[in-house]
């Protein structure tokens, strides 16, 4: 599956922002998929997972109940709401797909990742 981000910017804190992530192909809904961001000088997190259904869903700590992730199916897309920005989440931010039809947090499961959107947020 491919993958493509969209939706970055730059924001002040305490704004939102939704990035998305358009799959190609036509069997998106066989894939679990993650949000994943990446500041400078610091490794590639996982973020938010949810599964091939939308039905089970993972924040992190550090962004729970401020982010949500969805997926819509029958338009392919996976989406991350991201609300009450703070500038910590500044990040570049990345979209995957993993092996699983189920939610997974271990990031050597996903296999196809998108090209990365950058956010940026003011304090």
């Known amino acids: 599956v491919q993958l493509q981000a969209s939706g970055g910017g730059l924001v002040q804190a305490g704004g939102s922002l939704r990035l998305s992530c358009a799959a190609s192909?036509?069997?998106?809904?066989?894939?679990?998929m993650g949000w994943f961001r990446q500041a400078p000088g610091k490794e590639r997190d996982l973020v938010a997972a949810i599964n091939w259904s939308g039905g089970s869903t993972y924040a992190v700590d550090s962004v729970k109940g401020r982010f949500f992730i969805s997926r819509d199916n029958a338009k392919n897309t996976v989406y991350l709401q991201m609300n009450s920005l703070k500038p910590e989440d500044t990040a570049v931010y990345y979209c995957?797909?993993?092996?699983?039809?189920?939610?997974?947090?271990?990031?050597?499961?996903?296999?196809?990742w998108g090209q990365g959107t950058q956010v940026t947020v003011s304090s």
């Open positions: 192909g036509r069997t998106f809904s066989s894939y679990g």
């Open positions: 995957a797909a993993s092996s699983a039809l189920s939610l997974t947090t271990t990031p050597r499961l996903y296999v196809s």
